[in-house]
């Protein structure tokens, strides 16, 4: 049963890209792929109308980590014109969980809440849907005191875009000058957010720090998601409806075959399923996994398949299989995330096959 579990697993992991791979071809939509995310749209190829305004755009969670735009944005289409769909993911190829969806107009991102806040998308699987919160201005604090509104903006909209006006404030409390910056959406900010203080530091020597401007919140008033009955929070390493939140635990049976009933109980705090696995196999006295990979073909989605093959010492045979991951800043973070998605890959395979004879 676990075995068949295992391999049905991967099959639908597998199946699930596939599909992705095959709707972007079929459709001819483009993805980018930016900062951790992947974006349709913005405006998409065909827009008739004006940009959206405020509170246009939704906020998506509870998303299962096998699903993708194939799925998603077809659903939220069918609730009216997309302007811009955003799912963010991390490396490993899995989708974080959570996305934002934006179209033309206030009505639309209403009618998505009402329709789809708590649609079932997978059995036990039901999203919660709800206004995005809309923040559009930073704080940048610890400035010279010589700063000026009309230096600092020129400086600044060369570093990040959507830059729209600049002002600044002093008085108790506060140290140097503090500058609030509006931008002209909440993606521009938070994309500016993530790398202006290092950008300041590097190109004008100041030592700052950024944050979110205080008591800004320019959202309707949410909608509760208890009309989803059972709203399952997706943990990293498990499939849709299995509610459990640690890090997969290999069976007893598993551990009893090898002589050393180990529980990975006190392993719960370690997040990367790297360390799981080595831990796991320092524990039951195995050798530590030797992980031989090759690269394939780039793909068309931006991901890049990993071949692997792992040999662990009192194993009785090694593991095989592909994965498939975003690429990282560098080479060397993309490998760091292969391993990462086949050490995942391993703790599920590991209880059910191969074992020390």
């Not at 697993?9 to 890209?17: G, V």
């Not at 806040?117 to 995005?132: A, D, Q």
């Not at 551990?255 to 039951?284: D, M």
């Not at 394939?296 to 009785?316: A, H, M, N, T, W």
């Amino acid at each position: 049963k676990d075995n068949t579990q295992s391999i049905s697993t991967d099959n639908l992991q597998f199946q699930r890209m596939q599909a992705l791979d095959a709707w972007l071809k079929e459709t001819n939509t483009t993805l980018t792929q930016l900062n951790g995310q992947r974006k349709y749209g913005g405006p998409p190829e065909v827009w008739d109308g004006p940009p959206p305004g405020k509170c246009c755009e939704v906020f998506i969670s509870h998303i299962p980590r096998d699903v993708y735009e194939d799925l998603l944005i077809p659903l939220f289409r069918s609730v009216g014109p997309l302007w811009e769909f955003r799912l963010m993911m991390n490396f490993s190829g899995q989708n974080r969980g959570f996305a934002y969806a934006k179209y033309g107009t206030n009505a639309l991102a209403m009618k998505a809440i009402q329709k789809l806040n708590g649609y079932m998308i997978e059995p036990n699987c039901y999203l919660c849907v709800r206004y995005s919160i809309e923040k559009r201005h930073l704080s940048i604090h610890n400035l010279p005191s010589s700063t000026s509104v009309q230096n600092l903006q020129e400086v600044l909209q060369v570093l990040v875009e959507g830059v729209e006006r600049v002002s600044l404030k002093t008085g108790p409390g506060i140290d140097g000058v503090s500058a609030v910056v509006g931008f002209s959406s909440h993606f521009t900010a938070s994309m500016a957010k993530k790398v202006l203080a290092a950008d300041l530091k590097k190109h004008c020597s100041l030592e700052v720090f950024v944050t979110w401007e205080p008591g800004e919140d320019l959202s309707p008033k949410q909608p509760s998601c208890s009309q989803a009955p059972k709203i399952l929070m997706q943990p990293c390493f498990l499939p849709c409806g299995q509610a459990n939140p640690d890090p997969p635990v290999p069976s007893q049976g598993f551990c009893g075959a090898v002589g050393k009933p180990v529980s990975l109980t006190s392993l719960q705090p370690l997040v990367s399923p790297v360390v799981v696995l080595h831990r796991f196999c320092e524990l039951n006295g195995y050798g530590q996994p030797l992980y031989e990979l090759s690269k394939g073909l780039p793909r068309s989605d931006g991901f890049v398949e990993f071949f692997y093959k792992v040999l662990i010492q009192g194993v009785r045979s090694s593991f095989r299989g592909t994965v498939m991951v975003l690429p990282g800043p560098n080479c060397r973070a993309t490998i760091d995330e292969a391993r990462r998605a086949i050490a995942q890959q391993l703790l599920l395979k590991m209880p059910n096959s191969h074992l020390a004879a």
